[in-house]
């Protein structure tokens, strides 16, 4: 078990258990009201029953034939995260060093494309490359950049300038200070960039996929709305929340919190050992 913030226990404070027992216990009322108003007759549309919509998300992981529009969206996220996160990390460090190109990335580039809104994005995507996956690819990376380059910046503004000013001290080279100061001071904020840009790049990328590709989840969430399938509906929504939910907590969150945890000391390290290549 991952330990608490700081923030989150102390003396005043509920524990950590009771925390808990409220979260799991919010949530297991949400799925008892769902199966109660399935049972009572509810219309479908709004508590399709439950029976139908768990079998139905199983499918959507193991049966070959639903799995593949489930596993179509998330490659498509994966690639889009990676690309838009190390394009957003590598055009604010050009920003932070190469002086010439500050305002016109921090100041002009990304003002405009956190303003651009997603819809004009989408339309774009099928004008320039059509109804495939490099469309719903590019957008997904259009609508995640800023939220990776403002992440970075925040954590290129704050950086110890005293550590990178005694890494002077030991060589000239801008490409080794930037591999052994900058990029282990900034794995945090990259990090926390990779785990935002997850969540919301699947809120993207199954809009995009509404679009008009023929696979995908966003496919499926788009023939239910048309044979009025709610529970196909419920089974894609919960399946990316699962996603979402377990590559968080079991893989970016510890992530995060483990390169936090060494950033003072992989600095101090590489100082104390002179930078070696």
């Known amino acids: 078990m991952s330990a608490a913030p700081a923030w989150a226990v102390g003396p005043g404070r509920p524990s950590l258990r009771a925390q808990r027992l409220v979260a799991d216990g919010a949530l297991a009322a949400v799925a008892l009201l769902w199966v109660a108003s399935s049972a009572a007759g509810a219309p479908s549309a709004i508590a399709p029953d439950p029976a139908r919509v768990l079998p139905l998300a199983g499918q959507l992981l193991v049966d070959p034939a639903l799995a593949q529009h489930t ?158 399938d709610t529970a196909l509906l419920y089974a894609a929504i919960l399946v990316i929340i699962v996603l979402v939910f377990a590559a968080d907590g079991l893989v970016l969150s510890r992530l995060e919190r483990l390169v936090t945890r060494h950033r003072a000391d992989t600095a101090s390290t590489t100082l104390a050992g002179g930078m070696s290549p």
């Open 71 to 228: 596993y179509a969206s998330l490659l498509r996220v994966l690639v889009a995260v990676a690309i838009a996160v190390a394009a957003g990390t590598a055009l604010m460090i050009a920003a932070r060093f190469v002086r010439l190109t500050r305002i016109l990335i921090a100041h002009r580039v990304l003002p405009i494309l956190n303003a651009f809104p997603t819809v004009g994005w989408a339309l774009l995507a099928v004008f320039w490359f059509g109804v495939n996956d490099v469309a719903v690819i590019f957008v997904v990376i259009a609508i995640l950049l800023p939220f990776t380059m403002a992440n970075v910046w925040s954590g290129l503004i704050t950086l110890d300038e005293d550590v990178y000013e005694m890494g002077r001290s030991f060589t000239r080279d801008r490409a080794r200070r930037l591999r052994h100061i900058v990029l282990p001071q900034l794995l945090p904020d990259i990090v926390s960039s990779l785990r935002i840009s997850y969540g919301v790049g699947w809120k993207v990328g199954i809009v995009a996929e509404v679009f008009g590709v023929t696979s995908g989840l966003g496919y499926l969430m788009a023939y239910a709305r048309t044979v009025f």
